[in-house]
T-cell receptor, first 114, second 109 residues
């Protein structure tokens, strides 16, 4: 199994440009998440999905949109990138284990907005 | 979500045990205690979790205080590969994790 994969690994955008980050998982997990991590800080939840066709806002959703058209994919969109969105973005998926859920993370996408 | 408090950083010598503390005085009865770690330039990875009883797995042990207001992650023999940021997270059924800044563990050869 590839686990959780993210595309692309690196990207540089100009302010105002748009892009989509792709997350894919091959573990048949119901739940998927997008986080961002700024230097020296912990991860913050942007959006999450509890199943195909459903999404919900996390802690820092402004400026981002998401879609979960297929169970294995979770897309994160930036419609008009801003320098404040320069960050490392992590995708995760989770499954139920022992009464709770264990999250599996992708390798991250490093995004720079100039 | 209940908050956790961890030391910013800790140091350990290679092949010695490491005890990473976490305080969570506002934990509720349904909160699970999760530990994740993040190696340099990687995404976080699951280490261990527990609810009330102490837990062991191949990576670590989790000791939970009787009143559940604190817990300790125990690495029995630290290796250089264990140098990472360790996050203690409380979550209801494992959803909507809230990551704090964690504890940066340095392992000295």
């Amino acid at each position: 199994n590839a686990g959780v994969t993210q595309t692309p690994k690196f990207r540089v955008l100009k302010t105002g440009q748009s892009m989509t980050l792709l997350c894919a998982q091959d573990m048949n997990h119901e739940y998927m998440y997008w986080y961002r991590q700024d230097p020296g800080m912990g991860l913050r939840l942007i959006h999450y999905s509890v199943g195909e066709g459903t999404t919900a806002k996390g802690e820092v959703p402004d400026g981002y949109n998401v879609s979960r058209l297929k169970k294995q994919n979770f897309l994160l969109g930036l419609e008009s990138a801003a320098p404040s969105q320069t960050s490392v973005y992590f995708c995760a998926s989770s499954h139920r284990q022992g009464g709770t859920y264990e999250q599996y993370f992708g390798p991250g996408t490093r995004l720079t907005v100039t | 979500d209940a908050k956790t408090t961890q030391p910013n950083s800790m140091e350990s010598n290679e092949e010695e045990p490491v005890h990473l503390p976490c305080n969570h005085s506002t934990i509720s009865g349904t909160d699970y205690i999760h530990w994740y770690r993040q190696l340099p330039s990687q995404g976080p990875e699951y280490v261990i979790h527990g609810l009330t009883s102490n837990v062991n797995n191949r990576m670590a042990s989790l000791a939970i205080a009787e009143d559940r207001k604190s817990s300790t992650l125990i690495l029995h023999r630290a290796t250089l590969r264990d140098a990472a940021v360790y996050y203690c997270i409380l979550t209801y059924y494992g959803q909507n994790f809230v990551f704090g800044p964690g504890t940066r563990l340095s392992v000295l050869p």
